[in-house]
């Protein structure tokens, strides 16, 4: 199948997605969002359980995720996140991605349904946090927490890098920023590994 037969079938797809998130709107929990300030062109206040239940419906595909990213669409975000294909999510797609974050959630729910599962994710991820761009920080330090948790833990140069990153974004002005960087933090502090390295406690002096 040629590329342009393989676009069209994508937008088919990605249509027939859209038009079902109609059906699934709550209003309520859609309104709370744009009272607290989302900035969605659309926001059908869709739940995470139930996106994950639609995107069952269909199989991973590169196209249709590239299709639904492009809409400035809460829903359709999300669904580009469940049905990108981790091995086609290159590196430069990847970037180009981060460079188009609007919100928070997307870029916490970025970092949970798709980033922290790419064999790149810690080079991106420290990457993200050594920039200026909020999201992009957001977006890093959450993927290193996911990436911690599992139990993979960064070498003594890597960890000593970030937490010169850490300390820096504790004393930033953004305060989603320094609780996703503090959260990090904590992460670490609960891995077994570290729990009686010297090194480590001399890396946390100054952090509480």
Known sequence: MDQSSQQLIAHDIARDIRSRFRTRMDGVISQNMRQKGSEYRINWGISLLHLRDLAADYAPDLHVALELWNDNVRESKIMALLLMPV???????????????????????????????????????????????????????????RIISQGSIPDARGLEELMDQIRLALREDNLSVRHAAYNCFVKLGACDKLADSPYWHTLCQGIE
Not at 111 to 137: K, T, V
């Open 87 to 145: 091995k086609e999510f290159t590196p430069d797609i990847a970037t180009l991605w981060t460079e188009t974050l609007q919100t928070q959630e997307i870029a916490e729910m970025a970092a949970m349904l798709l980033y922290q599962h790419l064999p790149f994710a810690p080079e991106m991820a420290y990457r993200l946090i050594s920039g200026i761009d909020p999201l992009r920080q957001i977006l890093g330090y959450n993927i290193l927490s």
